[in-house]
């Protein structure tokens, strides 16, 4: 079993700035809660920056918990995974993402009994289908949950650039008939996968 959270990207922004979030991709492990933070979506003279920012971030919400943050490193992300309880996939770029996932093995073998959190980029490569705020353009993700996913739902996420009312209409149409989730900003689901 695989917990999947998908993020509608910037979980700070929730009314509880995050809060909730964090606990859900905490829940259930025994502390130490190992977390590996894949920042493949961003170019990578930006990881260490946001790393050291996602610890703070970590940190404040969850004060008293004890948790070991990593940061996600393509040549050994099957050996990081194994030692991780979590895995948080932060936004950026899907297809560099995608890209960078492709070089790192069979690690989609290494998801059961983890929490796999996806926010922005990182919940639509999740998905079967999302679209593309940045290239305002339908795509395809790794398929690990049969649905599709608009991010940053009705947030000045490119703005003036996203009609969302017609993105959503063109994502709904696109392919197969599956499940759509719009998510704002800070919003986020959790699913049981098998």
């Not at 004060?63 to 050996?79: D, R, S, V, Y």
């Not at 059961?112 to 705020?133: H, N, Q, R």
């Not at 969302?164 to 989730?181: Q, T, V």
Request: proline share 5%; hydrophobic share 40%; with cysteine.
């Amino acid at each position: 079993m695989t917990k999947i959270i998908l993020v509608g990207g910037c979980d700070y922004k929730a009314p509880d700035g995050g809060k909730a979030f964090c606990e859900a991709l905490t829940d259930g492990f025994e502390e130490p809660v190992k977390i590996l933070d894949c920042l493949f979506a961003r170019p990578k003279e930006k990881w260490d920056e946001v790393y050291q920012k996602d610890k703070k971030f970590f940190a404040m919400q969850l004060p008293g918990k004890t948790i070991e943050l990593e940061l996600a490193q393509p040549e050994k992300f099957i050996q990081q995974m194994r030692w991780s309880n979590a895995i948080y996939i932060r936004g950026g770029s899907n297809d560099l993402l995608l890209d960078i996932l492709h070089t790192c093995g069979d690690w989609l073998a290494e998801l059961d009994g983890k929490t796999l959190a996806g926010s922005s980029a990182g919940a639509c490569i999740i998905v079967k289908y999302y679209y593309e705020l940045d290239s305002l353009k339908l795509g395809e993700g790794l398929g690990l949950l049969p649905m599709k996913i608009i991010v940053h739902w009705k947030s000045d996420y490119n703005a003036p650039n996203i009609n969302w009312i017609s993105a959503r209409a063109k994502l709904k149409k696109y392919k197969e008939d599956l499940p759509l989730l719009a998510l704002g900003e800070g919003k986020f689901v959790t699913i049981e996968r098998p």
